[in-house]
């Protein structure tokens, strides 16, 4: 049985996982639970290849738990079921430690699919451990996730991925023996995007097609995997990669290359709300105020394409794909709020003026609470010139408005309103 590099040397306890130090690192958030086998039900939530698997199967083994995995590619409500009646069965011999149903996948699970846990989770006949690449927040329903500790694994970084591939050249007992030579590896980590699977599955097929011994560098790197891209690549790897390929079409008003990427993830079986929500991100991030519209555009295309699925949903994402290369563009709201939110970091609760505090009570009152305020609506054009801000950080510029007709309308507006203040 040809068993590939990756689940060679998959870890099997933790002082052999690598990365993830912020979860189960010897301060890790997770750690301390595994040791003591106190487990809550968790989801894990990170991109392909970063040891979602393996940690749930570590996890099992270290806390002396039965170990029940489901995938949700091709599990349903009576797979669910059966789990669940042998988790029963075992919880009674098991009065401190309950089964751990691992479940891969797990946003592919439909509503009703992720509803027939929740009685299991929260009687605690099992301990659910889910992992998926997707947000939680938008692909596990909210009973299920409430019940659930949600930890986010990181792609693996440069130092991570070469202790990997040192692990495989020393410990594998297919690769120990050969005669190979790590002489570069630059091109390894950067096509592995931090995926440790991806890594490993290109350094076996690097070795696997070269005789000993085996000198690895950029060049050869670079020249095997073009030759044998489906080699490494079976199980949809690219996604990352597509969908940003996508959304800067878009951002770069492309919609030639958005609507070719967009056939891309189609024709590769891309899940319809994960294409529908990233256009709802970018018609707020990339276009804004420059054309309000689009907002409502894209959302109304994620509900549609929720509702109606493939194979007509390819005709509403491309409408949508369409008019959001074709709008204006602006990112003053994007950057807006990530100005605002930087500067309440360094600035910390700064009190907010007198002037606009709230004063229902009399006491409110007499200490001056919504002393001196200006009504807006009492002024011609219903604008008058007051600090709205704290005085720490008073004439503050975070929102700039772009250079395109709409917000150089806004702008005009600003102009008339606000130019003795801040000068626009």
């Not at 951002?251 to 709300?273: C, F, H, Q, T």
């Amino acid at each position: 049985m040809n068993i590939p590099l990756a689940e060679r040397i998959r870890p099997q306890q933790l002082s052999d996982y690598i990365g993830q130090e912020h979860i189960v690192g010897k301060q890790g958030t997770l750690t301390r639970s595994i040791q003591q086998g106190i487990i809550p039900s968790l989801i894990l939530w990170g991109p392909p290849g970063t040891g979602k698997t393996t940690l749930a199967h570590i996890i099992a083994k270290e806390s002396g738990r039965p170990f029940f995995a489901l995938s949700a590619i091709n599990s349903g409500v009576k797979d669910v079921r059966d789990v669940i009646t042998k988790a029963k069965q075992n919880t009674g011999l098991f009065t401190t430690k309950n089964p751990i149903l691992f479940i891969d996948e797990i946003h592919r699970f439909s509503k009703s699919q992720q509803d027939s846990l929740l009685g299991a989770v929260e009687k605690g006949w099992v301990t659910l451990i889910g992992a998926t690449t997707e947000n939680p927040s938008f692909e596990v329903i909210p009973a299920l996730l409430s019940r659930c500790q949600v930890y986010v694994l990181e792609s693996f970084t440069k130092d991570y991925l070469l202790q990997l591939l040192q692990v495989a050249l020393h410990k594998d007992s297919l690769l120990s023996d050969k005669d190979i030579r790590l002489e570069e590896t630059d091109a390894l980590l950067q096509l592995s995007g931090g995926d440790a699977r991806k890594l490993l599955n290109i350094f076996e097929l690097i070795i696997s097609s070269e005789k000993e011994p085996v000198h690895i560098t950029n060049k050869l790197v670079l020249q095997k995997v073009q030759a044998n891209p489906a080699r490494y690549d079976k199980t949809g790897e690219q996604h990352y990669d597509i969908i940003s390929a996508f959304i800067k079409s878009i951002r770069g008003s492309d919609p030639n290359a958005a609507v070719y990427w967009l056939a891309r993830m189609i024709a590769g079986g891309e899940d319809v709300k994960f294409i529908a929500r990233r256009m709802l991100v970018l018609a707020s991030e990339d276009i804004g105020n420059a054309n309000p519209t689009a907002l409502i555009m894209a959302n109304n295309t994620f509900q549609a394409v929720s509702s109606i699925g493939y194979p007509e949903a390819r005709i509403i994402l491309s409408q949508c794909a369409i008019y959001l290369a074709n709008s204006a563009k602006s990112n003053s709201s994007y950057t807006a709020i990530d100005k605002a939110l930087a500067l309440v970091k360094e600035t910390g609760d700064l009190s907010v003026p007198l002037h606009l505090r709230n004063a229902p009570t009399k006491l409110m009152k007499e200490l001056d609470y919504g002393k001196s305020y200006k009504y807006a609506h009492s002024y011609d054009h219903n604008f008058v010139v007051q600090e709205f801000l704290p005085k720490e950080i008073s004439n503050s510029k975070l929102f700039e408005p772009g250079n395109n007709d709409r917000e150089n309308h806004f702008r005009s507006f600003l102009k008339k309103r606000w130019k003795d203040k801040y000068g626009y």
